[in-house]
């Protein structure tokens, strides 16, 4: 059996979900594939929460946040839901940081973003759930704001289906062939399907649907974890009084105040072990919910202890930066991949993939996101995690 689609997308976490609803809300012929259930827990698009913020380090991606909130707002507007929680946000740089707080204020200056610098005392007395020593700096951004994972992108696949899209689960891709002029062949549950333009946003499988078309990217997948703590005294660290952080530092750590229940939620960024998307565990590893125990009892001691951890997976690449355009030598295939860092941008990163999916041009820059870029091509790799 053959069917004839305009575009075909490969997987349905956030990134595919956001590229469908965004094909679909053009009015465009399309179709989505899930290899998994749809809102599963093997990759990188469910529990509870993630960051959104305009604080980063070069003022491409301060750029690239500026269209996330919009576009965020846009998805409220247009699914009818509140998604945006605005709660302040703190980075942390000791000394030796990786990433240097110049380079966050000179790219937040960059697109006229407000933000405040704060001593280690002013931190202290601003937000009292710290403990951190002198010679650590703050950046404090008032706009930084938690979004929902799971719930964000089922509404992104609610809305693609309401727009026409098709979302099928359960189906995994096992075969794409480049015809030329003819489009592209697709095998997915046993059927063909013929498309004009496909988007692949496989995240660690990404490899596994590019073999056909004799393209492998330079990735690393890791299991990372994240806990839960259960503080004393909730209220403390409760929105408006708590703001999200993030401590730039090696390694680095992150967390959350409370969001939707009486849980403070923490994790360390990129230190998990190399794994595969098949392959992987989904226990937590008891040394490293340990070694973040040990950082929140120095620095937020009234966080409590670790009440339960989950996993999740990070397909990162080389320096980092997301995998964003067209495959080389297939220029009706478009591929992203969010680095470990991606879901804040999900509204945009889908819209962006709609737009090179449908022109084959993007209305931004993203050039340093191309798959045939520097690092991906030289070696050796650089593999530097900090953002």
């Known amino acids: 059996m053959a069917e004839q689609v305009e575009y075909v997308v490969v997987g349905l976490g956030a990134f595919g979900s956001a590229a469908t609803y965004q094909l679909a809300r053009r009015g465009a012929d399309v179709v989505g594939f899930e290899q998994f259930d749809l809102g599963h827990v093997r990759g990188a698009s469910h529990d509870t929460s993630r960051i959104l913020r305009h604080s980063y380090h070069t003022p491409e991606y301060v750029g690239l946040t500026v269209h996330a909130y919009d576009d965020w707002a846009d998805l409220e507007r247009d699914s009818e839901e509140s998604l945006v929680t605005v709660v302040g946000g703190l980075d942390l740089f000791p000394s030796d940081s990786a990433v240097t707080v110049t380079d966050h204020t000179e790219s937040l200056s960059a697109h006229d973003i407000p933000y405040e610098v704060l001593d280690?005392?002013?931190?202290?007395?601003?937000?009292?759930?710290?403990?951190?020593s002198p010679g650590v700096t703050g950046l404090y951004q008032q706009r930084s704001a938690i979004v929902p994972a799971a719930r964000g992108t089922a509404t992104m696949q609610r809305m693609a289906r309401a727009h026409g899209g098709r979302l099928v689960e359960r189906c995994a891709v096992t075969g794409v062939r480049d015809r030329g002029h003819a489009g592209l062949e697709v095998e997915a549950g046993g059927r063909t399907y013929f498309c004009r333009r496909l988007v692949v946003c496989a995240d660690a499988?990404?490899?596994?649907?590019?073999?056909?078309?004799?393209?492998?990217?330079?990735?690393?997948?890791?299991?990372?974890?994240?806990?839960?703590?259960?503080?004393?005294?909730?209220?403390?660290?409760?929105?408006?009084?708590?703001?999200?952080?993030?401590?730039?530092?090696?390694?680095?750590?992150?967390?959350?105040?409370?969001?939707?229940?009486?849980?403070?939620?923490?994790?360390?960024?990129?230190?998990?072990?190399?794994?595969?998307?098949?392959?992987?565990?989904f226990e937590p590893d008891a040394g490293r919910q340990a070694l973040l125990a040990d950082f929140m009892s120095r620095t937020l001691p009234g966080a409590g202890s670790p009440a339960w951890s989950k996993t999740c997976l990070y397909t990162l690449t080389p320096e980092r930066d997301f995998i964003l355009g067209l495959a080389p030598e297939h220029p009706a295939v478009c591929v992203a991949v969010g680095a470990g860092h991606g879901f804040k941008f999900t509204p945009t990163i889908g819209r962006l993939l709609a737009d090179l999916a449908m022109t084959g041009e993007c209305p931004v820059d993203i050039d340093s996101f191309r798959l045939d870029r520097p690092a991906f091509v030289d070696p050796p790799p650089i593999e530097q995690w900090a953002i």
């Open 205 to 281: 499988w990404t490899n596994d649907v590019l073999t056909g078309l004799d393209v492998r990217l330079p990735l690393k997948t890791t299991q990372e974890q994240f806990s839960y703590f259960e503080p004393a005294d909730p209220p403390a660290f409760s929105q408006g009084r708590m703001p999200l952080w993030i401590w730039q530092g090696d390694p680095t750590f992150y967390g959350f105040p409370c969001y939707g229940e009486p849980t403070v939620k923490a994790a360390q960024d990129c230190g998990g072990p190399q794994v595969t998307g098949d392959t992987r565990s």
């Open 120 to 132: 280690s005392v002013a931190v202290r007395q601003r937000f009292p759930q710290f403990r951190i």
